[in-house]
Antibody
Framework: EVQLMESGGGLVKPGGSLRLSCAAS????????MNWVRQAPGKGLEWVSS????????YYADPVKGRFTISRDNAKNSLFLQMNSLRAEDTAVYFC???????????WGLGTLVTVSS | SYVLTQPPSVSVAPGKTAIITCGGN??????VHWYQQKPGQAPVLVIS???DRPSGIPARFSGSNSGNTATLTISRVEAGDEADYYC???????????FGGGTKVTVL
């Protein structure tokens, strides 16, 4: 059974940093591209970042480019999102999700809540 | 950047058909994927590549895509279909995933 479990969310002050992790199991992690997708309270889905299976290609949404860094450790079946210079508008549930460019997202984690507030 | 436009809400009586549109410039040339999200839950892929149903998705869910509009159709709507639905495409020009704004389906 495919499982994706996010961790690392919490309350952080504007300008602060946070590192999200996603532990993957139930599939060959190193064979799949992965994504982070977020959802602000009461709002729609917003794609954040994608990384290919070997980290050869990395993509970011414009609102997070230069502030967020996606990475992965295939040996540990883990996906990460380093978030710096956080803003109030980054407040959201962050989902870890399996899927690649042009390949639909077929599995999602339950999400971890990031709240940016003073 | 590429934009997908969905109606904010659709209301439908049980047993009837719900039609959710997703508009975008020449979206018919792209592959559209659809997700269902119930409150407090992660999204679930219900239609991939315009019209393919993943395993476990009822045949009541179908999709089409042509011109500037992609469509998700839910036939014989049930109370359990009440949810938010999102369309999604991969925009090759920017190498970005793009989501529509979402449509809330209410079963009357």
């Amino acid at each position: 059974e495919v499982q994706l479990m996010e961790s690392g969310g919490g309350l952080v002050k504007p300008g602060g940093s946070l590192r999200l992790s996603c532990a993957a199991s139930g599939f060959t992690f190193s064979s799949y591209s992965m994504n982070w997708v977020r959802q602000a309270p009461g709002k729609g889905l917003e794609w954040v970042s994608s990384i290919t299976s070997t980290s050869n290609y990395i993509y970011y949404a414009d609102p997070v480019k230069g502030r967020f860094t996606i990475s992965r450790d295939n040996a540990k079946n883990s996906l990460f999102l380093q978030m710096n210079s956080l803003r109030a508008e980054d407040t959201a549930v962050y989902f870890c999700a399996r899927g690649g460019n042009a390949v639909p997202i077929d599995y999602w984690g339950l999400g971890t809540l990031v709240t940016v507030s003073s | 950047s590429y934009v997908l436009t969905q109606p904010p809400s659709v209301s439908v009586a049980p047993g009837k058909t719900a039609i959710i549109t997703c508009g975008g410039n020449n979206v018919g040339s792209k592959s559209v994927h659809w997700y269902q999200q119930k409150p407090g839950q992660a999204p679930v892929l219900v239609i991939s590549y315009n019209s393919d149903r993943p395993s476990g998705i009822p045949a009541r869910f179908s999709g089409s895509n042509s011109g500037n509009t992609a469509t998700l159709t839910i036939s014989r709507v049930e109370a359990g279909d009440e949810a938010d639905y999102y369309c999604q495409v991969w925009d090759n020009s920017s190498d970005h995933w793009v989501f529509g704004g979402g449509t809330k389906v209410t079963v009357l």
